[in-house]
């Protein structure tokens, strides 16, 4: 149990700290995708790497993650090798965030929970790969993530690769229109499909740079609205893949997900390790680079906000 459900079980890592004092921009970054959305060792290389970039940029990289009931802003090295190995770490959303820190569990942070977290250590641009959205057959499964309510509820700016083209990427931008969350295309008017620069369908709105996307947060702020933004951001041309040849491989993994009852949080993890296979690991490579890409520009929208 911990000491007092009154106060927050929050740790900051030495760098997340001195970047506080000084003022430095910060990037969260979710811990999710080390411990279920890719291999080891892939995970830790690109998750150091993806800090890296963030430094780079003369930004600080806040990886989050709950390690035995405590909130931590920043991970160590230590602390991310030790996450991606062990196979005891829940995925944490915000529906189960809150029992794990009570219960003194140790897990990684999705999207909707890594925004609650950065939100509560005062953080507004978080970077990651892609987001949760509205799964295929949602009509039957209502597999819906939680990522999307957590966009229209915490003020935090998510720099992702649009959706996965696993999900139903129409539904989830009717989802996210809905509830009132900006999706704004980067440098795009075509809303990207994670692995492929297009998904079909155009992105609701559009910006060129990373002053206007920070102005634009702040003017919802300003107006009183709560809830986070979406920025679309393409991967690069050099690490695409086409959407029709992602789209076979994005078939058999979701009907071999069916075939063997694949529910719940598990969906996600088990399709993306399928669809990774299916691919000879090419799906892993440009995942790999759409994160970096995308924590480049969290680094610019962080020093613009
Ligand atoms: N993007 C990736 N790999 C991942 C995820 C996103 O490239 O593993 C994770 C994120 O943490 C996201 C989560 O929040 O998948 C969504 O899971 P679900 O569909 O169960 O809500
Ligand atoms: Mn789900």
Redesign the pocket.
Known sequence: MTASPNILPIVFGSEVDAARKEGKPIVAL????IT???PFPENVATALEVEQIIRDEGACPATIAILDGTIHVGLSREDIEALAERDDIM?L?RADLAYALVAGKSG???????MICAAQAGIATFA??????V?RGAEESF?I???LQELAKTPVMVV?AGV?AL?DIAKTLEVLETLGVPVVGFKTDEFPA?WSRESGHTCPLRMDDADEIAALYTMRKTLGLEGGMIVANPVPEADEIPRAEMETDIIEAISEANRLNVT??????FV?DRIKHLTDGDSLVT?IA??KNNARLAAKIAAAV
Do not use: Q
């Open positions: 979710e811990s999710t995708i279920h959305g890719m995925k959303s990684s942070t999705t999207v909707a929970a890594t990651t790969g892609g987001i949760g959205g799964h597999d993530s939680a990522d992702s996965k999900l994670f719940g949080k598990d969906v996600t993890p993306l995942n759409l994160v």
